[in-house]
């Protein structure tokens, strides 16, 4: 069982101390990753997912619950406790996303004969987090960015059960953000983002803020932010709506803008 | 002297593979030698000598299979690294019609693979997969967890024996286990042996009759409509 992840510092892009020498992620947070691009966002997330060991250029290292990770998590990802998603992550097999999933759920093969409930979940939970719904006969080389990245946190979330999931810039990929977070509440997972989103940042129990390769400090969203938080939702539902409205081909008017201001 | 054979299809990481485990190595002061057996080109024996000054060399196999090649140089390949005072000798071949493998008993069998190659190329590649002692898999950053355990259980499904390796072959990640390995294999005999068995070879396009259609030919021939398997091992 997983129930903490440690990042313990090491050194930023100049060679100095990084100044903040632990993070504790515990089981239920959300975290942000926030910084300039090319600051180190992702490769804070790598070294996590990669089990850093003082043997990656950051000299960062990992722990989980408190130890280093045992070599299994390495050698086999059914065992693997963190799931990576990012931009780039695609799909390659030319399967029927419900052919995949059914040969993704037997590998895990004590649940080999509730493949059928493990697929519906996993879809009805992609497809809360995706505008297009994804068909059970969709090819998976053929989905969306938003829904191959709804898809793979579906599945990381629920066929895998990783305790620990990474996602890198995923609001780019168009997926509903505030539903995301308020599903995978649900779930007790740690939950890192990286984000340049002020909505996820804020959001999130805590960010962690990257400077020129190190982490410069560590902010939790305060009272005044969780309330300023709603204002950024509905900014963004602002944007949202005269997004979804352009996409239909509507003009947009003093009328229309009324309704949503 | 010990020996590692490692094989695979291009482009898969064979070299940034070997080239960790030789980094490795020499920081505990262990020699390596390095041969590749390639086609028509490679230049990977200049660049490792380059970076480690390790005796490094190359042969071209020409019209020669290169696993046949494999088979012919390997003695005196095993002297020269021998006579360099070298602890190992890493071979590096591409296999490339996927009937034999290239490995020899008592010494360590590497197949390096991509995750990023599909989840059906276990299936397609044969003894160089089945025969060998580990399955070392690159590029696992590029495809979502969900394939690569798909890829993984492929690769155990026709080779229930074959350790699986995931690594990084970037940060040189996940190559210590490939260590403990090489240095647990006693040094080869004298008398090497080929661990799997050639398929068919002798054919008439081999010596150069050049007709196309089986009715030119004599000895393996083959009709489209006759679809005998051959499975290898």
New interface residues.
């Given amino acids: 069982m997983v129930d903490s992840i440690t990042i313990l510092g090491g050194r930023g892009r100049d060679g100095s101390e990084e100044p903040v020498r632990v993070i504790n992620f515990k089981m239920g947070d959300i975290a942000s990753i926030v910084g300039p691009t090319g600051s180190g966002k992702t490769t804070l997330i790598n070294d996590i997912e990669l089990f850093a060991d003082a043997n990656t250029p950051s000299q960062r290292r990992i722990l989980i619950n408190g130890n280093p990770p045992s070599p299994e998590f390495r050698d086999n990802p059914a065992f693997n406790p963190i799931a990576l998603i990012t931009q780039h992550t695609t799909f390659l097999s030319d399967l029927p996303v419900g052919e995949f999933l059914t040969i993704h759920t037997k590998i895990r093969s004590e649940r080999a004969r509730n493949t059928d409930y493990f697929l519906q979940k996993t879809l009805s939970f992609a497809n809360q987090l995706t505008g297009e719904p994804i068909m059970v006969h969709s090819k998976m080389t053929e989905l969306s960015g938003g829904q191959t990245r709804a898809l793979l946190i579906a599945d990381a979330t629920i066929i895998c059960e990783t305790p620990i999931i990474l996602l890198d810039e995923v609001e780019n990929a168009g997926i509903h953000r505030n539903k995301a977070i308020e599903l995978l509440r649900e779930y007790k997972k740690i939950f890192i983002f990286v984000t340049h989103d002020p909505r996820i940042a804020l959001l999130s129990d805590y960010r962690i803020v990257v400077k020129e390769g190190a982490i410069s400090k560590v902010l939790f969203t305060d009272e005044y932010e969780h309330k300023f938080a709603q204002k950024v939702s509905k900014l963004d539902d602002i944007l949202s709506e005269l997004r979804n409205r352009i996409r239909v081909g509507e003009r947009i008017t003093n009328d229309c803008l009324a309704g949503i201001l | 002297m010990k020996l590692a054979i490692c094989a695979g299809p291009a482009t898969t990481g064979k070299t940034s593979v070997l080239r960790h485990m030789i980094k490795k190595l020499l920081k505990e002061n262990i020699m390596v030698a390095y041969l590749k057996i390639d086609v028509q080109y490679a230049e990977e024996d200049i660049l490792l000598q380059k970076e480690f000054g390790i005796p490094t060399k190359k042969i071209y196999s020409g019209e020669l299979c290169p696993d046949h090649c494999n088979v012919m140089v390997l003695g005196d390949g095993l002297k020269w690294a021998k006579k360099n005072n070298c602890e190992m000798l890493f071979v590096e071949t591409a296999g490339l019609c996927l009937r034999c493998s290239p490995y020899v008993d008592g010494g360590l069998g590497l197949v390096v693979l991509e995750a990023?190659s599909?989840?059906n190329l276990p299936l397609k590649v044969g003894p160089m997969l089945s025969l060998a002692d580990t399955a070392v898999v690159t590029k696992?950053?590029?495809?979502?967890?969900?394939?690569?355990?798909?890829f993984?259980?492929r690769i155990q499904e026709v080779a229930p024996n074959v350790k699986?390796?995931?690594v990084?072959a970037l940060?040189?990640?996940?190559i210590d286990?490939l260590l403990t390995q090489v240095k647990q294999f006693m040094d080869v005999p004298t008398n090497m042996f080929l661990r799997g068995n050639p398929p068919v070879g002798t054919c008439t396009i081999c010596v150069g009759k050049k007709e196309v259609g089986w009715q030119s030919h004599f000895g393996v021939v083959r009709a489209l409509d006759n679809q005998n398997f051959y499975r290898g091992e």
């Fill in positions: 990023t599909g989840m696992i950053d590029r495809i979502s967890q969900a394939e690569r355990e798909v993984r259980a699986i390796r995931e990084n940060h040189g990640i996940g286990p």
